[in-house]
């Protein structure tokens, strides 16, 4: 029977991951982090990650091939960070067969309907899987606390006291994180942090490059307008939900190769502390064994 990976042995797992980006797990951030820029000493980063990414193969196969555990990778940032090109780049050499993409949108009618967590919940990875989740539940604590408005298609117009719900979201975050550890599930999370004037630049080049100008939309602008309060969001939900067991990384998104070496370090890092191993192969009589190769070897021969 396979033994569940507790919080506590999760806790071991993350310990392992040597990051300077690791939020603290103490609650006591009194601001988001400021830091945007790659470290000057970062070296040739599109060489690092490269090695980075294919260290993860060995693992994913073993990954795949136990099922006892699965992964679960969360990308949150604001737009113009460049979570869809880190997604790119980080799984290029990964097998695809195992690794679920999960893009989470503005939400549906249908998903109103439900709590908060349900429609990430429908696309959690299995055992032996890797999910990937670009945006998440935490657009409920970010997004959502910074228009409140939103709440009025969630609550039909009748949203509960703001001193009542993001606690009991937090809470629920907490709890549902704790509970995916405790069910075999690695979770990481990634906070892509780009600058005010690097998201400018690169919402310009949007608007000024033919091939990009799809990306572009005013609702982007109008949301960097209230970057303040997304700041405040993110300082709350850094303190609220970073931990041991699901910790968060707050990377540096100005240098795009600097920010995807570093998320595939960290997944390799990770994943390499997992006690992944081989499933135990069949035990065959070795007559049985000797019976089988001749069976083989004439159908190679074609007899």
Known sequence: MMAALSPSHLEQVIQAVRSPWLVPFDG??????????????????????????????????????????????VFQALDAAGKDGAIREVFEDLDPVNVQISAFKRPTERELRHDFLWRTTRKLPERGEIGVFNRSYYEEVLTVRVHPEFLDGQYAGDPPDAAALWPARYRAIREHEKHLAAANTLVLKFWLNVSPATQARRFLERLDTPEKRWKFSMGDIRESKVRTDYDQAVMHMFNETSRPWAPWFCIPADDRWYLRWQIAD?????????????????????????????????RIEGS
């Open 28 to 73: 006591k951030l009194s601001e988001a982090p400021q830091n945007f820029g790659a470290p000057p000493d970062a070296g040739d980063c599109k060489d690092l990650l490269e090695n980075a990414r294919k260290a993860i193969r060995p693992f994913q196969r073993k990954l795949y091939a136990a099922k006892q555990y699965s992964v679960l990778l």
């Open 266 to 298: 960290i997944v390799n890092q990770a994943m390499a502390a997992l006690p992944l191993d081989y499933p135990e192969p069949e035990e065959i009589p070795a007559e049985r064994t000797s019976e089988v190769r001749a069976l083989l070897k004439s």
